[in-house]
């Protein structure tokens, strides 16, 4: 009789040894099947292969014995052989997997059974051992060299460690085994789902050229080569193999592609597709892909063109509906844009056969009636987003509060945000955020510096919270609770170039600790090196320094690459104090075109008595 210790162990590893014993563990239940009588699994069995014992046991009748695999050896349940799985088992959960990992090793080369083997793999690749994982794979091959399995686990290991010598015999097998029809389409799987996945793409393609020697007939051989080639950038030999596809089969769509992936002038693309195109106007999937990557390439004037003439050829109506909608509303053609993504909500099938979010179309819909002026259609389209638990509800709430503000409903807006019950902390922040940015431009600064503060209180470790709420304190000149601030989103946050960048502009603007403010500003263009707004912040802490030159070159510079109206502002100033008057002037007018409201432009015009 077992004692409560055996009981205890056996119960904890989840498969049947007898009907009077408890659990093995599920790895282990099906070298053992054969030395206990057959009983249903457990349910909470949870490998592959126990699963799979479990699904035999409740085909055979209870009280009929299993019969044994005869391809696997048939072992004696001694007390060590049963303590030392247990042992690996129990080491395994605990994550120690060194030890789980050699005993099972050291079993299955004693035993001889591949299941084991397969067992170490397990251990040693769910600690993410590649190399440990591979000796317990060619154990396994070893132990049961016709496996299929066991051979596919061995050729994405190899794969994945670029030791692609070892089992590119496995592959020139799969390749010469299956029928001649296929052979074709087995090339392109074995690369699709193993060979480019390796590392080493020079490698990789060195021993594609040799395992595809043979085969190079094939359409498919050709075309792998070439993804190979462009995968270790020789896109010379990228298009000197997708045209041998392309002469292999002249009419073939995927090898048209494959020559217009491959090949870096645009215009030589667009000559390629056009000419296809032309000769095969009915090669939809052609035209469908060209059109994507045309999107991919950002030449969305021309991408819609091919959507519509598959819109006008009814295929996939719904993905060009959808693309079409799209596209309309990257090119500010929104009459468009409203018209095709209305269709795709008006279209049976919309969303549950294309994958694609109706809410999704609405948000969109709403943004798109926002920018022709239709503020109740705007509105009427979030409202219809009314599903808690769709991905677009919160996006649509917030947009709801944005746009009762803007229609002078700032109080229905607020109440709107204080009823929503976000998920977790993030989305509490979001919907903060949104309340404090609502009160800030309604210029009730005072509110929104107390929401921060309540918010603080709940999330006082949120980074984002917390800079906001130094900008608040800013603007109420309470500096030192800015500087507080700032300074704990750097604790938090070393890598915020925001935080140290807003502490050192706000020293410099204010004319003190100029060396530290620069220190800061510094720091902040290390982490985000040509950010404009950083570069501007260093110019205006160099003219507080004096350094007219230098602050002339830096802010010419962050002007360059963003002509934003107060770093124009800035510019000038300094051009104005280095006595380049009628430059700084012209720099004003530019800025005063942009942003005729912004606050650093009108306080520069103040403080140097100027009327444009």
């Known amino acids: 009789m077992k004692n409560a210790l055996a009981n205890a162990v056996l119960l904890s590893l989840g498969s049947l040894l007898s009907a009077q ?107 993410k051992q590649m190399n440990e994982g591979m000796n317990a794979v060619r154990l396994w091959r070893e132990l049961s060299p016709t496996s299929d399995e066991a051979a596919q686990y061995h050729m994405a290991l190899a794969v994945m460690q670029d030791k692609l010598g070892e089992v590119l015999p496995l592959f020139q097998k799969r390749i010469q085994d299956s029928p001649l029809p296929a052979r074709g389409a087995v090339i392109s799987m074995l690369y699709q789902r193993y060979l480019n996945q390796a590392k080493d793409k020079k490698l990789l393609f060195s021993q594609l050229e040799q395992l595809l020697a043979p085969h190079q007939s094939f359409l498919e051989a050709r075309l792998v080569l070439a993804q190979a ?10 298009q000197q193999e997708a045209n041998a596809a392309l002469a292999i089969k002249p009419d073939s769509e995927l090898a048209l592609m494959t020559l217009i992936y491959v090949t870096d002038n645009l215009a030589q693309s667009q000559k390629l597709a056009e000419d296809f195109l032309t000769k095969h106007p009915q090669a939809h999937e052609a035209r469908l892909s060209w059109a994507r990557m045309l999107i991919e390439r950002k030449q969305y004037t021309a991408a819609r063109s091919q959507f519509e003439v598959l819109l006008g050829a009814k295929y996939q109506e719904l993905t060009c509906l959808y693309a079409l909608g799209v596209i309309n509303l990257q090119l500010k053609d929104y009459k468009s844009a409203q018209e095709y993504l209305q269709r795709w909500l008006n279209t049976p099938g919309h969303g549950r056969d294309d994958g694609r979010d109706p809410n999704r179309v609405r948000l969109m819909l709403s943004q798109i009636a926002e920018e022709l002026g239709q503020r109740k259609e705007a509105l009427d389209w979030l409202e219809k987003i009314n599903d808690s638990d769709s991905s677009q509800y919160l996006n649509a709430t917030l947009r709801r509060a944005q746009l009762l503000a803007k229609d002078g409903k700032l109080e229905e807006a607020r109440q709107l945000l204080q009823q929503q019950t976000p998920q977790n902390e993030a989305e509490k922040v979001q919907v903060l955020q949104m309340e404090v940015a609502l009160l800030r431009e309604a210029n009730r600064m005072l509110e929104a510096y107390a929401r921060l503060e309540q918010g603080l209180q709940l999330a006082p470790s949120n980074t984002d919270l917390l800079y906001e709420h130094a900008m608040l304190a800013e603007k109420l000149q309470r500096y030192a609770v800015m500087e507080s601030s700032l300074r704990k989103v750097i604790k938090l946050a070393p890598d915020n170039h925001h935080a140290y960048n807003a ?57 360059s690459l963003r002509p934003d109206a107060e770093i124009g502002a800035h510019l000038a100033e300094v051009l104005w104090q280095a006595g380049q008057k009628e430059a700084a002037e012209k720099v004003l007018r530019e800025a005063a075109v942009k942003d005729p409201s912004n606050d650093t432009l009108k306080t520069t015009l103040n403080r140097l008595q100027l009327k444009l």
């Open 503 to 559: 502490l050192g502009y706000s020293l410099a603007e204010r004319n003190i600790r100029l060396a530290e403010a620069q220190t800061l500003i510094e720091k902040a263009l290390q982490l985000a090196p040509d950010d404009p707004f950083i570069l501007d912040s260093l110019g205006w802490v160099q003219f507080r320094q004096g350094k007219l030159k230098e602050a002339e070159i830096t802010l010419r510079r962050a002007y």
């Open 229 to 238: 080639a462009l995968a270790k950038g020789d896109s010379a030999r990228a």
């Open 21 to 127: 014993a408890a659990a093995l563990p599920s790895s282990a239940a099906p070298m053992l099947a054969q030395a206990a009588p057959a009983t249903p699994a457990s349910d909470g069995a949870s490998t592959p292969a126990a699963k799979e014992a479990a699904k035999e046991d409740e085909d055979e009748d209870e009280d009929k014995p299993k019969q044994p695999d005869p391809n696997l050896p048939l072992l004696n349940l001694s007390p060590d052989l049963l303590y030392r799985t247990l042992a690996s088992e129990i080491a395994a959960q605990r994550g120690q997997w060194q030890s789980s990992y050699v005993t099972l090793l050291s079993l299955a080369q004693q035993t001889r059974d591949p299941r084991l083997a397969r067992r170490a793999m397990e251990v040693a690749l769910s600690a």
